[in-house]
T-cell receptor, first 116, second 111 residues
Framework: GAVVSQHPSWVICKSGTSVKIECRSLDFQATTMFWYRQFPKQSLMLMATSNEGSKATYEQGVEKDKFLINHASLTLSTLTVTSAHPEDSSFYIC????????????FGPGTRLLVL | RKEVEQDPGPFNVPEGATVAFNCTYSNSASQSFFWYRQDCRKEPKLLMSVYSSGNEDGRFTAQLNRASQYISLLIRDSKLSDSATYLCVVKRRGATNKLIFGTGTLLAVQP
């Protein structure tokens, strides 16, 4: 159990376009989802925390107007990278926690974004 | 200074060797501690939680020293399949469940 999927697994886009990444909890209801970004040879950096039905909480230095997060249901959160630029190329990973005070975060397989 | 610091390695060890990784954290309000494993171009996967009393899972032993703000992971009888990046992770006290990741230590087990 506790499977999290992401779609797409990789995407290549032109500079200036927007890219939407989906994160789904397949067999549990995810009250909280997290979005991370990982550049090569660096650690995962938390971008934002989203709770179902409310606005996401962004980490310092993350532009909320550039990285739009929607958590409209208990099984789906989306991250949209708007007007992507080459420096946005990275590995984007989501994770989710369930109800009942569960502490464990279950990670999705990640989405590799390359902006040309 | 990073909140979670690890030696990036790489640690190149022969099969069967014992290898130890260390990690320090700077925020004394950190509440929970974990080791994750991340394979190349994959998501991190929880290896084990870390407790002050020390805990063991097969060939893996984790230890926490709260006074020194120091976490360790010991791998005995290394296997080729242990080759990966090992991430030290801490969770801050509070309701947000936010995880702070170290940059990871790369382990390469050689045949």
């Amino acid at each position: 159990g506790a499977v999290v999927s992401q779609h797409p697994s990789w995407v290549i886009c032109k500079s200036g376009t927007s890219v939407k990444i989906e994160c789904r909890s397949l067999d549990f209801q995810a009250t909280t989802m997290f979005w991370y970004r990982q550049f090569p040879k660096q650690s995962l950096m938390l971008m934002a925390t989203s709770n179902e039905g409310s606005k996401a909480t962004y980490e310092q230095g993350v532009e909320k107007d550039k990285f739009l997060i929607n958590h409209a249901s208990l099984t789906l959160s989306t991250l949209t990278v708007t007007s992507a630029h080459p420096e946005d190329s990275s590995f984007y990973i989501c994770s989710a926690t369930g109800e009942g005070g569960l502490e464990t975060q279950y990670f999705g397989p990640g989405t590799r974004l390359l902006v040309l | 200074r990073k909140e979670v610091e690890q030696d990036p390695g790489p640690f190149n060890v022969p099969e069967g060797a014992t290898v130890a990784f260390n990690c320090t954290y700077s925020n004394s309000a950190s509440q929970s501690f974990f080791w994750y494993r991340q394979d190349c171009r994959k998501e991190p996967k929880l290896l084990m939680s870390v407790y002050s009393s020390g805990n063991e899972d097969g060939r893996f032993t984790a230890q926490l020293n709260r006074a020194s703000q120091y976490i360790s992971l010991l791998i005995r009888d290394s296997k080729l399949s242990d080759s990966a990046t090992y991430l030290c992770v801490v969770k801050r006290r509070g309701a947000t469940n936010k995880l702070i990741f170290g940059t990871g230590t790369l382990l390469a087990v050689q045949p």
